[in-house]
């Protein structure tokens, strides 16, 4: 609540206030107060009310299917630390819910450290971002809040240890999110997606913070990043997430456009054999009098 109640005095708040809330139904409005005030965290996420709302719905949303899909514990992945706010926010949501789900956690950031790199071409946007931008503050591991850690270097020289170290355990994948904003790093962050089908959740939720503006585009950036990952991997794939405005309370949330799943064609959970002996769906017909609809247990 002290999180919540510091950001909102914010000019950036108050506009995005006007623009994402004030054109919604009023008696959502008037819910989200009450909500603010006496529901539980989670609920509070369902009306946009913690703070980075796509941090907050892509972690429920993680802990959500890892306590579905059994898993212990997950990763909570950041690339593109800069001065850290986005990890710390991380922190607490996750503390949160990891109470909630009983699920753990570990929260990763991935940052050059000195800002932004040189851009190579075209690709990397340098009309929008250059070498320098969004510096590094540093923070030593202590500084982080518990369960958080940096890793610190050019993505290229950084992930392919992690690759490989991780591939080799049981972590598990539950949440990431994109934001290093050229195309050539976030080419290399994706290679976070080519280990094991255990190493991440069936669905595992994204974030793609770098098509918020209106000239991102098919042909450069992350999204030309995510684009030719699909086209190279048969079994694992990017895709929004479909109907996400219409399952939301708030349509007019801008992050809604850039929440993404990637799907683990070949995670356990999708192989036929694994549903064998689940319980089937049956249509009930009220109009000769057959009982209701029974559906097993699904996650939506």
């Known amino acids: 609540m002290k999180l919540l109640l510091s950001k909102i005095f914010k000019k950036r708040i108050w506009k995005k206030f006007y623009i994402e809330k004030m054109g919604e139904p009023i008696i959502y409005n008037l819910v989200s107060i009450f909500v603010l005030f006496f529901k539980d965290f989670s609920k509070k996420i369902d009306y946009d009310l913690v703070p980075r709302y796509p941090y907050a ?26 001065s850290g706010s986005g990890l710390f926010n991380m922190s607490y949501i996750a503390s949160k819910l990891s109470r ?40 030593k591991n202590t500084k982080l809040p518990e369960k958080t850690r940096v890793i610190y270097g050019e993505i290229s020289g950084t992930i392919d240890k992690f690759v490989e170290k991780h591939k080799l355990n049981d972590n598990v994948i539950g949440f990431v999110s994109l934001d290093v904003d ?20 069936s669905r595992t939720p994204i974030y793609n ?3 918020s503006h209106l000239d991102h585009n098919d042909y450069c950036g992350a999204l030309l990043a995510i684009n030719e990952f699909n086209k190279n991997n048969e079994l694992r794939k990017f895709s929004k997430m479909h109907n996400l405005r219409n399952k939301g309370i708030f349509k007019n949330a801008s992050f ?6 990637y799907h683990v064609l070949d995670h356990e959970e999708r192989k036929v054999s694994n549903w064998l002996n689940e319980k089937v769906s049956i249509f009930g017909n009220p109009y000769i009098g057959q009982k209701e609809d029974m559906w097993p247990p699904q996650y939506e």
Do not use: C, W
Request: glycine content about 6%.
């Open 100 to 139: 909630i789900y009983k699920v753990d956690y570990e929260i990763i950031g991935f940052d050059t450290g000195v800002g932004m790199p040189k851009p190579l071409d075209y690709k990397d946007h340098p009309e929008k971002y250059r070498e320098g931008d969004f510096p590094s503050l540093k923070l």
């Open 256 to 261: 809604l456009d850039q929440m993404y799943f």
């Open 182 to 201: 050229y195309y050539s790093s976030t080419k290399e962050a994706l290679k976070i997606f080519n280990m094991p089908a255990s190493n991440y959740l």
């Open 57 to 82: 719905f892509g972690i429920k949303e993680a802990f959500t299917l890892a306590n579905i899909e059994k898993v212990d514990k997950i990763l909570i992945i950041e690339f593109g630390v800069a």
């Open 209 to 211: 913070d770098d098509e």
